[in-house]
């Protein structure tokens, strides 16, 4: 039996940003904050590392947005940087009042912070190696404790719903249909404003560190009703991801080769030294690009790591939870080397929004690895991204509280009709159309790009959405079928800022274009439907 739901606020997306922002709403708000799996499966569960905040006496806000600035390779916006730099000791803060348990040194006294690359001092604050997972169980107990937060599980983003603004001359968003995977029916959800929280599209590419469900849903949507995009050709990859059938997502810490592992060519031969002086422990990025290049010369599924020259004990000793893992797949690491692949981990890029997380939609927000704040440029610095979480999440709900009170209830809108599809017996099309679809963006749209490439990928990537659209509309919906269809999307955009990109910067390397333009500007795509908020001004950086 369908059922419409009325609601002042719907978050869609359950990670450290959509949490926060339900916690960070005023009380008196009827929230519904909607999760496509459990609220404990999303990419911020799987968080090893921290959050980056000036809490040390000798570091700075200044060194802090400095670190920032060189690290996202002149593509910064520095007055966003600044904001969630400045922003960041009281966000954590409140994630301290909520109960989270950060590590603390021996004495006690202060807690524990470490360094990571990129970063001029100690300021990440971690919970041993699983900050994520410590962060998100928090904050979910704080959530399913709240009167005002009905948690939907399992339930997934069909599309947005809009309506004219009769004041403003402008469209605002006012909901949108979900599917319960659970029952197969989609139901509309009504809300006075709406926030995308849904995570990156890691999903995109035929290896990555994410969760099956980062499929760039919040994108898509956002783009078919009218928002801009802006940076998708930022994807960072994870240099070393265990290439095994049975394993998802599992990823090879860069401590092993901090700690003298080595890559090697199936052979057996080194070949860092040849792309970087510091070979093993050159930047991520180099690192990737080195595997990436050596996979495609040699038509290799995959490349090695080596630990082995290390005495057994020091492995054990040093790496437990990567030596119990490993041996789950019949890998020994003192004796075996170690299938990796570079993975897809994090999308720079996202939908447009001001410090508020507004988007191009009134009443519609985005935050987390949705948003596009500026703060990332073209290369993301470790443990920023919970930082930006916090941050924004914390603005979108002040300008949801003092906003909300002024917003009419949403105007009627049909229930979803799906009286003129069947349901398909055909899910082989999905599920072939998925394979080709990662396939060809880690073929064509990876690591290392040509113009080429990108064409190839473009002309097929049209095939597929005419493909996907023919079946959309006359297939009841299904998980597999949006996430499908968004992937493509967000595809898409990915393609296009990616020609537009003339020169290589930061995570975007074309053989085609090897240098630095003097000229540093923001790739925008702007929508036919293009909804004129004008919250955002974008300017030419230099």
Not at 97 to 123: A, K, M, P
Not at 159 to 168: E, F, I, K, R, W
Not at 425 to 443: A, G, K
Request: proline share 3%; aromatic share 8%.
């Amino acid at each position: 039996m369908k059922s419409n739901h009325l609601y002042d606020v719907l978050i869609i997306g359950s990670g450290v940003a959509g949490l926060t922002l339900a916690l960070q709403l005023d009380k008196n708000l009827r929230v519904a904050l909607l999760s496509k799996a459990s609220l404990q499966a999303g990419a911020s569960w799987l968080a090893q590392g921290g959050i980056a905040a000036v809490f040390d006496e000798n570091d700075s806000s200044d060194a802090h947005i400095a670190d920032t600035l060189v690290a996202g390779a002149g593509l910064c916006h520095e007055d966003a940087v600044r904001f969630v730099v400045e922003n960041g000791p009281d966000a954590v803060n409140w994630l301290i009042n909520q109960g989270v348990d950060f590590t603390r040194d021996s004495d006690q006294q202060h807690y524990h912070l470490t360094q990571e690359g990129g970063h001029s001092h100690r300021r990440i604050l971690h919970t041993a190696d699983a900050t994520g997972k410590e962060v998100t169980s928090t904050l979910v107990d704080q959530v399913i404790a709240a009167a005002n937060i009905d948690v939907f599980e399992q339930h997934c983003a069909v599309d947005l719903v809009t309506q004219a603004d009769n004041d403003s001359r402008k469209i605002r968003c006012t909901g949108a249909y979900i599917l319960d995977i659970a029952t197969d029916v989609v139901s509309l959800f009504q809300a006075k404003s709406v926030a995308l929280a849904s995570g990156g599209a890691s999903k995109a590419y035929l290896y990555t560190s994410n969760p099956d469900g980062a499929s760039g849903d919040g994108l898509a949507m956002a783009w078919r009703r009218g928002c801009r995009v802006a940076n998708l050709e930022f994807n960072q990859f994870h240099p070393t991801c265990l290439y095994h059938p049975r394993a998802k997502s599992f990823l090879i810490t860069e401590a092993l080769r901090g700690e003298g592992a080595v890559l090697r060519l199936p052979d057996g031969s080194r070949f860092m030294d040849s792309f970087h002086p510091d070979g093993e422990l050159a930047p991520r990025d180099v690192v990737a690009r080195a595997i990436d290049h050596e996979m495609k010369r040699l038509g290799s599924d995959c490349l090695y790591l080596d630990i082995t020259h290390k005495p057994a004990e020091f492995i054990i000793e040093h790496f437990p939870t990567m030596y119990k893992n490993c041996l789950e797949f019949g890998i020994d690491i003192t004796v075996d080397q170690i299938p990796v692949v570079p993975a897809s981990h994090y999308t720079c890029g996202g939908v447009v929004v001001n410090k508020s997380g507004q988007t191009d939609l009134l009443n519609l927000y985005a935050i987390g690895e949705t948003a596009f704040t500026g703060l990332h440029g073209a290369n993301r610095m470790a443990s920023n991204s919970l930082l930006e979480c916090l941050v924004y999440a914390q603005a979108a709900a002040g300008a949801i509280n003092q906003l909300i009170p002024q917003i009419p209830e949403p105007d009627f809108i049909p229930s979803w009709d799906e009286s003129r599809v069947s349901s398909s017996d055909e899910n082989v099309v999905i599920s072939h159309n998925w394979d080709e679809l990662r396939r060809f963006m880690w073929d064509y749209v990876g690591i290392v790009r040509t113009d080429k490439r990108l064409q190839r990928a473009q002309h097929r990537i049209k095939l597929l959405q005419s493909e996907i659209q023919e079946y959309y509309s006359n297939c009841k919906v299904s998980r597999d079928l949006l996430e499908l269809r968004n992937l493509a999307t967000v595809s898409e955009l990915v393609i296009r800022c990616a020609l537009q990109r003339k020169e290589s910067r930061g995570l975007h390397y074309t053989l085609d274009y090897p240098d630095l333009s003097p000229i540093a500007r923001d790739t925008v795509m702007v929508p036919i439907n293009f909804a004129g908020q004008d919250v955002i001004i974008h300017r030419d950086q230099s």
